[in-house]
Every structure is written in structure tokens, then in C-alpha cells.
């Protein structure tokens, strides 16, 4: 458009005019990125709209004017691109969500005896994963059974249905099982009279035929018992061994 811009001087009654040229044009039309969700502590975002040359914002403040966002906080943040000024201003707005990480935490025994397990449960997420896999029953899911030979870490990596995960892991200790001595064999004559049998360490339980749990054995007759010593340390990790206990007839004297 040409416009025309006219003056009259009232006191000498004389005009003068001037021209102007206005240009309109269509500003550039902004490509922005798309909407998008991330987790909380997830690389740099960098952000790249067109045309180039604009500024970004955010509400809350979580990008610097370049289009760098860091996502370390969690929350909705409305970024704003602006470019161009005055009447060819242009503004467009995205969405970047930032999700927190699952909980993931790890529940089960954290000390066994040796050839024995412990059932471990993850919990606070979807999906699980676990590792190291030689000594679990499986590798996936939120329940393993572990049956480690030697003290051993275990780590779980939980995915939430937003996609992003976390970890957790547990320590299992694995004790060995104590040394348990029933003693030797023996040979008693069949009379009433109870004999004090003593396993290592002190302290045990006995089994079988004829015996008190302490170790009193009392001859009944003429036979071969097996009787078993057990012994549970004080990580709970118990042994056994055992001894066979025979019964004779006495020697019948003659006078």
C-alpha cells in the first residue's frame, strides 16, 4: 500500500504532501518440536524450532533462551518459542513433562546358609529385571528365588509404565553350615544303664531310638540304632551327623 501524508500551513494556506510505502507480509509459520515426556535426571534436551534465531521460555523456569532444557526437576513445564518483533512477532508453545523415577526396592532374606535359597520381591514398578541370572530361578518379573553359593549382589532395574526406571539392590550373605561331630560309632552291653553320649559342638539335639534329646541313650534289647546329632549355629545354619549306636548281650558269667 502507498499512503499519502499532506500538511496545510494555516498561515500561509500552502500544502505539501509525502508518500509511504507499507509492505505486509505473511511472518514464517514456527515448526515446533512435538510434546514430549522424559524422565527426571534424563540427558539434556535440545531444542530446535523453525525458523532459527528465536527465544525460548519456560513457565516453570526450565530452559534457557537457546532451547537447552535440563531435566532435573519434576513437574509440566510450558516452553514458549518467540521470534520476530512487533506485528511479525510469533509465539509457539510445547509441552515437556517430567516424570519422577519408580520406587523400586528390594524385600527378602538377606543372610542364608549355604545350599540354602531366599525368595526376593521387588516392588514399586511394572516390568523387572534382574542380574546377575546364574544363581536366580528366573530372570524377569517382580519375585525370584535366589540360591547363591557365596555372598552375592543383586540388582533390579524396575520400568514404570511411563518408561523410565530405576534400580535397587541387596546384599546376600551366605554363611556356612558348622562343623558337626556326632563322635564314633559305639558298642554298648544290654543293661539299664544310660550312657551320656556327647556330640561337638555342645549343645546339639539327638534323634532316634532309645535317646533324650540331650544325649541320654538307655539300652532296650539287642539292636543297631542309627541316631543323628544336630547342631544350629548362630546364624541359624544347621548341620547333622550321625552314629551308630549297637546293643550286645553282656557277657554271662559263670561262677
Known sequence: DTLVYCYINPSTNCENCDTLVVTVVSPDEIVMPMDTAVCVGSPILNLVATPSGGTWTSVPTGVNSNGTFDPQTIGTFTLTYSIGSGSCLKVETMVVIVNDLPPVNITGNDEICIEGNTTLTAIGAMDYVWSPTGSLDTSIGNVVVATPTTTTTYTVTGADTNGCENTDQVTIIVNPLPIVNAGFD??????????????????????????????????????????????????SCTNCDIMVVTVIDPAVLTM
Open 186 to 235: 559305639v558298642e554298648f552291653c544290654d543293661q539299664p544303664f544310660a550312657q551320656q553320649l556327647m556330640g561337638t559342638p555342645a549343645d546339639g539335639t539327638w534323634t532316634g531310638n532309645n535317646v533324650s534329646a540331650t544325649g541320654n541313650y538307655l539300652p532296650a534289647g539287642v539292636t543297631q540304632d542309627t541316631l543323628v546329632y544336630c547342631f544350629t549355629d548362630n546364624e
